[in-house]
């Protein structure tokens, strides 16, 4: 069981969420991942981040205007939901992104209001 450190001080939302979870793409399963960040919001995003990873969050902490977060990496199925999930989000947004351009058609109604009388 391997403990990795990253600081993650001074970055903003949602950086601090994003290398986390880029951090815990790299550890083994029982591996423990220690962020140490300063943006407040924080405190909600990497809760978050852990419930779609599925990985356990051991401990969260406030030192001074640092909050340091301990995270139990749970292993490739937890990570393999991740996955699904973000496979999900992408496919929503390549639908997104093949459906025809323009604007989105109007019904009758708006279109009256929006005529000059």
């Given at each position: 069981?391997?403990?990795?450190t990253?600081n993650?001080?001074g970055?903003?939302c ?11 793409t790299?550890l083994?399963?029982?591996d423990?991942?220690i ?7 924080t405190a909600i ?8 990873t ?6 969260s ?7 340091v ?6 292993g490739?199925?937890a ?29 009758p109604?708006?279109s009256?209001r929006?005529?000059?009388?």
């Amino acid at each position: 069981m391997a403990e990795k450190t990253i600081n993650l001080r001074g970055l903003k939302c949602p950086l601090p969420a994003l290398r986390a979870r880029k951090a815990l793409t790299g550890l083994k399963a029982g591996d423990v991942l220690i962020a140490e960040c300063t943006d407040p919001l924080t405190a909600i995003d990497i809760p978050n981040l852990l419930n779609q990873t599925g990985d356990e969050l051991e401990s969260s902490a406030r030192e001074g205007d640092v909050l340091v977060f301990r995270i139990r990496e749970k292993g490739s199925s937890a990570r393999s939901r991740a996955c699904s999930t973000q496979r999900m989000v992408l496919g929503r947004r390549l639908w997104r992104a093949t459906s025809p351009p323009g604007p989105p058609a109007r019904s009758p109604a708006s279109s009256a209001r929006l005529r000059p009388r």
